[in-house]
């Protein structure tokens, strides 16, 4: 297990090492990506121009830009927006909640219905239920989400005040506000990866269902209940587990985005976002180093949980 | 296995679902009034400090805001900072239509200016002090000034003709030579290297309000520095809410009167449907952040006193590459503005636009309306024929996520292709526009959209128009305009210290120069704007400032 976790870590290093080149030169290539003109405003002089250049390091070569950039995140911690100079990592950590309020919800949503309808759907193969749930799990998956977000908001927030139209409130400020505000957003994240279980779980159900042990487990008269979860749905589980692991790391890192911008939630995704829209490169290293770390160490947890999932696997 | 019980549970499951979309919180709906309700472009606010109630606290929805320092703020974070603070000069506050108007602010009357116009000379109010209590000095005034140049504030170019400026642009270090200040006598004198018709607007402008000597050269948004103006900026935290306070130390002066709302309560809201939604349900007073196209039908039937409409001093134009074929050549500049019905552009901004041929906005003293150009497709092919352009390929440059800019541009597109030009549109995001604009590649006309820094003439031509400035990095004059009469009537207006009646007409002149005898650019309309209310607020003390959006100095409730 330590082996196995120091290889993890290193694979992290390397992970998070690339990430950032990659990020850092795309923005340097963008045309009319010079953050010294955009800051220096519209009645900039050269002079101005080169202050900044000078100020913010611009002027310096890219691999000693980039070597700043990375003395910035990980040893001053001083990171800062060329858009507004706040701090990349305080501005991450105080929106980490809410993506990761937004990414639980919705990944224990689409885990109990995935799983749920997979599961119901495979047993009653090929019978009206299955097509049912068939058909539900196609549309989940073939809705454009951000459509069924801003459809649900409109319909369901500002036209019907069944929900709140969007906006977030903090788990400690009121429980129940913070449900009522998330609902909405974690409906809309969790639809289509509902679909995508639903129907790996159907498949994977079915397949152990035709398995020796499970009807030598019925021969013996084990009891139904304990048949579907003691040897049915252990064995299901698997690939859902790798899944499971991989969205959820995915959703974590930014995979909101769509859902955060929609229901106007302040969190990493829309962070990301306005980054982007702003062509604002410390938030966008920040943000792809915190996806990176959340991939990795995800995608590691995943690996220990199959192991105990399925004994035949050993983690090291 | 029982077959039942997976029937039962997914049974149980459909009641759950339908149990939490019923159950769930919701929010407060509040019905409108049956007021009629004016799009009014102006509204008198001669009563706005007799009306309605001055509210304890007033909440309002406002958009992202970059920075809420002085020397920085330059978005929305400006609109906010241009209320709280106040300067030597200030703008009115007393109506929507004066409210262009430079009055006296912490200065005891307006500047004394030499007769060469190089020279303005302030006294600055005795007993003035901050809203911490801090007396503000003479000299608060100057390191205000030189912190701009100290912090790269983005508004340097505005005071880059103060003597000394270039030098201290290098070397932002010590004491900027031309501004000179008497403790004693309370006066301050700014030397200027030429003559400069809008430098009252400038001083009147945020940037250059006092902030306590010694203020550090860098960003403090977060640490809001002590205000002299009608509001303090108690907190802001990024991203996320802002707190303004009535100053208690301000002492109203004629035109900016002290705060009526003792307190404003603002949430940062990036969505504009949610923070029209706050408002309609009441949970805030204001909407800043504007009502979307597609809400506004909506909102004018069913809450049409709570809704102001107004226009904004800002145009949208198309802009002609004159460097390159074919609107190097004056015929088809004309025809593109014959080619655009600009009542037909306007519709596509469902109702947030006024179509224009102007590019000085309108409410300005040098405004003079053009209506030269009515659509008229057979004369502009015939133009475009006349000049041997027919067939000839033009690259049109537009945003793609301005929703009005984009339309436009696309219907640009399609004129054009009926008057006998081969139109391609790049639509490119906000964010690399102005850098496409200005780059290297061969764009034949594109979008335009400016907004005023401050009300006079001098910020658009100088600016968009000049031939002369070509050259500067911060360009924005992309059609590569450089008509050599113009630009040495722009130069000479310039020197012109104030706004008379023949200046006013020398302005309009150009408007009309530019526009028809040039055809350079081609305005099409003027952004409009619509403030939307919650329910609790009284719109009688309504005053929409020119630079600075709703008086939230004026706000009151019912």
Request: proline residues 6%; contains cysteine; positive net charge.
């Given at each position: 297990m330590t082996r196995f976790?120091?290889?993890?870590?290193?694979?992290?290093?390397?992970?998070?090492?690339?990430?950032?080149?990659?990020?850092?030169?795309?923005?340097?290539?963008?045309?009319?990506?010079?953050?010294?003109?955009?800051?220096?405003?519209?009645?900039?002089?050269?002079?101005?121009?080169?202050?900044?250049?000078?100020?913010?390091?611009?002027?310096?070569?890219?691999?000693?830009?980039?070597?700043?950039?990375?003395?910035?995140?990980?040893?001053?911690?001083?990171?800062?927006?060329?858009?507004?100079?706040?701090?990349?990592?305080?501005?991450?950590?105080?929106?980490?909640?809410?993506?990761?309020?937004?990414?639980?919800?919705?990944?224990?949503?689409?885990?109990?219905?995935?799983?749920?309808?997979?599961?119901l759907s495979a047993l009653y193969a090929s019978r009206w239920p299955d097509r049912l749930f068939t058909f539900f799990a196609v549309a989940c998956i073939a809705l454009p989400s951000f459509w069924?977000?801003?459809?649900?908001?409109?319909?369901?927030?500002?036209?019907?005040?069944?929900?709140?139209?969007?906006?977030?409130?903090?788990?400690?400020?009121?429980?129940?506000?913070?449900?009522?505000?998330?609902l909405l957003p974690w409906f809309v994240l969790s639809l289509m990866f509902v679909g995508i279980y639903a129907r790996v779980v159907r498949a994977t159900v079915l397949d152990v269902l035709d398995k020796d042990y499970v009807r030598t487990a019925r021969a013996k008269g084990v009891p139904e209940r304990r048949v579907m979860t003691r040897h049915v749905l252990r064995s299901s589980l698997t690939a859902v587990v790798t899944l499971f692991g991989l969205d959820f790391a995915g959703v974590l890192a930014g995979g909101t985005i769509l859902v955060e911008a929609i229901f106007d939630l302040h969190g990493v995704g829309q962070y990301a976002a306005d980054?982007?829209?702003?062509?604002?490169?410390?938030?966008?290293?920040?943000?792809?180093?915190?996806?990176?770390?959340?991939?990795?160490?995800?995608?590691?947890?995943?690996?220990i949980a199959y192991g105990w999932l399925d004994p035949r696997v050993h983690v090291d | 296995m029982n077959?039942?019980?997976?029937?039962?549970?997914?049974?149980?499951?459909?009641?759950?679902?339908?149990?939490?979309?019923?159950?769930?919180?919701?929010?407060?709906?509040?019905?409108?009034?049956?007021?009629?309700?004016?799009?009014?472009?102006?509204?008198?606010?001669?009563?706005?400090?007799?009306?309605?109630?001055?509210?304890?606290?007033?909440?309002?929805?406002?958009?992202?805001?970059?920075?809420?320092d002085p020397a920085l703020a330059y978005s929305w974070g400006w609109m906010l900072v241009g209320q709280g603070y106040l300067g030597l000069l200030g703008y009115s506050h007393e109506s929507a239509a004066k409210s262009g108007d430079v009055v006296p602010g912490l200065a005891e009357g307006m500047p004394r200016i030499s007769p060469d116009r190089l020279t303005y000379?302030?006294?600055?109010?005795?007993?003035?002090?901050?809203?911490?209590?801090?007396?503000?000095?003479?000299?608060?005034?100057?390191?205000?000034?030189?912190?701009?140049?100290?912090?790269?504030?983005?508004?340097?170019?505005?005071?880059?003709?103060?003597?000394?400026?270039?030098?201290?642009?290098?070397?932002?270090?010590?004491?900027?030579?031309?501004?000179?200040?008497?403790e004693q006598t309370r006066t301050i004198t700014f030397r200027l290297t030429k003559p400069r018709g809008d430098f009252l607007n400038i001083i009147a402008l945020s940037f250059l309000v006092p902030v306590p000597e010694g203020t550090p050269a860098t960003d403090q948004s977060t640490h809001p520095i002590p205000s002299a103006g009608p509001f303090e900026i108690q907190s802001f935290h990024p991203g996320q809410s802002f707190v303004l306070l009535r100053n208690k130390y301000y002492r109203p002066v004629p035109g900016i009167p002290a705060a009526r709302p003792a307190r404003v309560d603002g949430t940062i809201v990036k969505d504009p449907d949610q923070a029209l939604q706050m408002a309609i349900d009441g949970k805030v007073d204001y909407d800043f952040t504007g009502v979307p196209t597609e809400r506004l039908g909506e909102v004018k039937q069913k809450y049409p006193d709570r809704l102001k409409a107004y226009i904004l001093a800002g145009t949208q134009y198309v802009w002609m590459n004159e460097s390159i074929a074919p609107f190097d050549k004056l015929a088809v500049r004309q025809a593109l503005n014959y080619a655009i019905d600009r009542n037909a552009i306007s519709r596509l901004a469902g109702g947030l636009a006024s179509p224009t041929e102007?590019?000085?906005?309108?409410?300005?003293?040098?405004?003079?309306?053009?209506?030269?150009?009515?659509?008229?497709?057979?004369?502009?092919?015939?133009?475009?024929?006349?000049?041997?352009?027919?067939?000839?390929?033009?690259?049109?440059?537009?945003?793609?996520?301005?929703?009005?800019?984009?339309?436009?541009?696309?219907y640009l597109a399609d004129?054009?292709?009926?008057?006998?030009?081969?139109?391609?549109l790049k639509l490119v995001s906000s964010s690399v526009y102005v850098g496409t604009a200005g780059g290297k590649l061969p764009i034949n006309a594109g979008w335009g959209n400016w907004n005023q820094d401050y009300p006079h003439p001098l910020d658009w031509f100088d600016i968009l128009l000049n031939g002369d400035r070509l050259s500067e990095p911060s360009n924005v004059n992309w059609g590569k305009v450089a008509i050599k009469p113009l630009d040495e009537e722009i130069d000479r207006l310039k020197a012109e210290p104030e706004l008379t009646a023949q200046v006013n007409d020398d302005w309009a002149r150009l408007d009309q120069?530019?526009?028809?005898?040039?055809?350079?650019?081609?305005?099409?309309?003027?952004?409009?704007?619509?403030?939307?209310?919650?329910?609790?607020?009284?719109?009688?003390?309504?005053?929409?400032?020119?630079?600075?959006?709703?008086?939230?100095?004026?706000?009151?409730?019912?």
């Amino acid at each position: 297990m330590t082996r196995f976790v120091l290889r993890r870590l290193a694979g992290a290093v390397v992970v998070m090492i690339a990430l950032s080149i990659v990020t850092f030169l795309l923005f340097a290539w963008v045309p009319g990506g010079d953050p010294a003109v955009r800051m220096a405003g519209r009645t900039a002089t050269a002079q101005n121009i080169a202050n900044i250049r000078h100020a913010w390091g611009f002027d310096r070569s890219l691999p000693v830009q980039y070597l700043t950039l990375m003395k910035r995140t990980f040893v001053t911690g001083d990171l800062v927006s060329y858009a507004n100079q706040t701090n990349v990592r305080d501005q991450i950590i105080q929106r980490i909640p809410v993506t990761l309020s937004v990414a639980i919800g919705a990944a224990v949503l689409w885990s109990l219905l995935g799983v749920l309808i997979g599961t119901l759907s495979a047993l009653y193969a090929s019978r009206w239920p299955d097509r049912l749930f068939t058909f539900f799990a196609v549309a989940c998956i073939a809705l454009p989400s951000f459509w069924v977000g801003i459809e649900l908001r409109h319909l369901l927030g500002e036209q019907a005040g069944i929900f709140p139209a969007g906006g977030y409130v903090p788990l400690g400020q009121s429980v129940s506000g913070w449900f009522s505000h998330l609902l909405l957003p974690w409906f809309v994240l969790s639809l289509m990866f509902v679909g995508i279980y639903a129907r790996v779980v159907r498949a994977t159900v079915l397949d152990v269902l035709d398995k020796d042990y499970v009807r030598t487990a019925r021969a013996k008269g084990v009891p139904e209940r304990r048949v579907m979860t003691r040897h049915v749905l252990r064995s299901s589980l698997t690939a859902v587990v790798t899944l499971f692991g991989l969205d959820f790391a995915g959703v974590l890192a930014g995979g909101t985005i769509l859902v955060e911008a929609i229901f106007d939630l302040h969190g990493v995704g829309q962070y990301a976002a306005d980054a982007v829209s702003n062509l604002d490169l410390p938030p966008l290293i920040g943000v792809a180093l915190y996806g990176g770390v959340t991939v990795v160490v995800l995608s590691a947890l995943v690996d220990i949980a199959y192991g105990w999932l399925d004994p035949r696997v050993h983690v090291d | 296995m029982n077959a039942r019980r997976p029937l039962a549970l997914t049974c149980a499951l459909l009641l759950l679902a339908a149990a939490l979309l019923a159950g769930c919180g919701g929010s407060s709906k509040s019905g409108g009034s049956t007021a009629a309700s004016t799009a009014a472009s102006s509204t008198g606010a001669t009563a706005a400090g007799t009306v309605g109630r001055d509210p304890a606290d007033y909440r309002v929805a406002w958009s992202d805001i970059d920075y809420i320092d002085p020397a920085l703020a330059y978005s929305w974070g400006w609109m906010l900072v241009g209320q709280g603070y106040l300067g030597l000069l200030g703008y009115s506050h007393e109506s929507a239509a004066k409210s262009g108007d430079v009055v006296p602010g912490l200065a005891e009357g307006m500047p004394r200016i030499s007769p060469d116009r190089l020279t303005y000379t302030f006294t600055v109010r005795p007993g003035l002090r901050y809203s911490n209590g801090q007396p503000v000095k003479v000299g608060d005034f100057k390191y205000a000034v030189e912190r701009m140049f100290r912090i790269n504030s983005p508004a340097v170019g505005f005071v880059s003709t103060i003597v000394g400026a270039d030098a201290y642009a290098r070397h932002p270090t010590g004491s900027l030579s031309g501004i000179t200040m008497n403790e004693q006598t309370r006066t301050i004198t700014f030397r200027l290297t030429k003559p400069r018709g809008d430098f009252l607007n400038i001083i009147a402008l945020s940037f250059l309000v006092p902030v306590p000597e010694g203020t550090p050269a860098t960003d403090q948004s977060t640490h809001p520095i002590p205000s002299a103006g009608p509001f303090e900026i108690q907190s802001f935290h990024p991203g996320q809410s802002f707190v303004l306070l009535r100053n208690k130390y301000y002492r109203p002066v004629p035109g900016i009167p002290a705060a009526r709302p003792a307190r404003v309560d603002g949430t940062i809201v990036k969505d504009p449907d949610q923070a029209l939604q706050m408002a309609i349900d009441g949970k805030v007073d204001y909407d800043f952040t504007g009502v979307p196209t597609e809400r506004l039908g909506e909102v004018k039937q069913k809450y049409p006193d709570r809704l102001k409409a107004y226009i904004l001093a800002g145009t949208q134009y198309v802009w002609m590459n004159e460097s390159i074929a074919p609107f190097d050549k004056l015929a088809v500049r004309q025809a593109l503005n014959y080619a655009i019905d600009r009542n037909a552009i306007s519709r596509l901004a469902g109702g947030l636009a006024s179509p224009t041929e102007n590019l000085l906005p309108p409410g300005y003293p040098s405004y003079r309306t053009i209506s030269a150009y009515t659509l008229d497709i057979a004369k502009a092919k015939s133009l475009v024929r006349q000049a041997g352009a027919t067939g000839a390929p033009v690259t049109i440059l537009g945003p793609n996520d301005d929703d009005f800019g984009r339309k436009a541009m696309l219907y640009l597109a399609d004129q054009l292709s009926q008057i006998g030009l081969k139109p391609k549109l790049k639509l490119v995001s906000s964010s690399v526009y102005v850098g496409t604009a200005g780059g290297k590649l061969p764009i034949n006309a594109g979008w335009g959209n400016w907004n005023q820094d401050y009300p006079h003439p001098l910020d658009w031509f100088d600016i968009l128009l000049n031939g002369d400035r070509l050259s500067e990095p911060s360009n924005v004059n992309w059609g590569k305009v450089a008509i050599k009469p113009l630009d040495e009537e722009i130069d000479r207006l310039k020197a012109e210290p104030e706004l008379t009646a023949q200046v006013n007409d020398d302005w309009a002149r150009l408007d009309q120069d530019y526009v028809v005898r040039y055809a350079a650019v081609a305005p099409y309309a003027n952004n409009v704007v619509a403030d939307f209310f919650g329910p609790r607020a009284d719109t009688r003390c309504y005053v929409p400032l020119s630079i600075y959006r709703f008086d939230l100095t004026q706000a009151c409730v019912k």
